[in-house]
Nanobody, 123 residues
């Protein structure tokens, strides 16, 4: 079984930066694909970014391209989400997630999830 523990959320002003972390633990191997989703109040969970260990590929959702960067440290079983140029609309609960299917980067295809960490962007 895989456990994902995400953390690093907080409050930041518009234009600021924040870095989220997700540590993978458990008996099972770390998922090939690790990614991030977010969910704002009243909205569906949105794909943010994902990285495939075997492919070396990284993909981003359109709303964060050029502002957010995903990185992965396989030795530490940790994936990071560096968020920059934050906007009020980035306010949401952010979730780390794991999958084995690079062809399906939607919520339904991710089988392991962190508990979520909240980000508030406000002046």
């Amino acid at each position: 079984q895989v456990h994902l523990t995400d953390f690093g959320g907080g409050s930041v002003q518009p234009g600021g930066s924040l870095k989220l972390s997700c540590v993978v633990s458990g008996d099972a191997l770390s998922p090939d694909i690790l990614g991030w989703f977010r969910q704002a109040p009243g909205k569906k969970r949105e794909f943010i970014a994902a990285h495939g260990r075997s492919s070396g590929l990284t993909d981003y959702g359109d709303s964060v391209k050029g502002r957010f960067t995903l990185s992965r440290d396989n030795a530490k079983n940790t994936v990071y989400l560096q968020m920059g140029s934050l906007k009020s609309e980035d306010t949401a609960d952010y979730y780390c997630a794991g999958s084995t299917n690079w062809r399906c980067l939607i919520e339904e295809c991710f089988t392991s999830w962190g508990q979520g960490t909240h980000v508030t962007v406000s002046s």
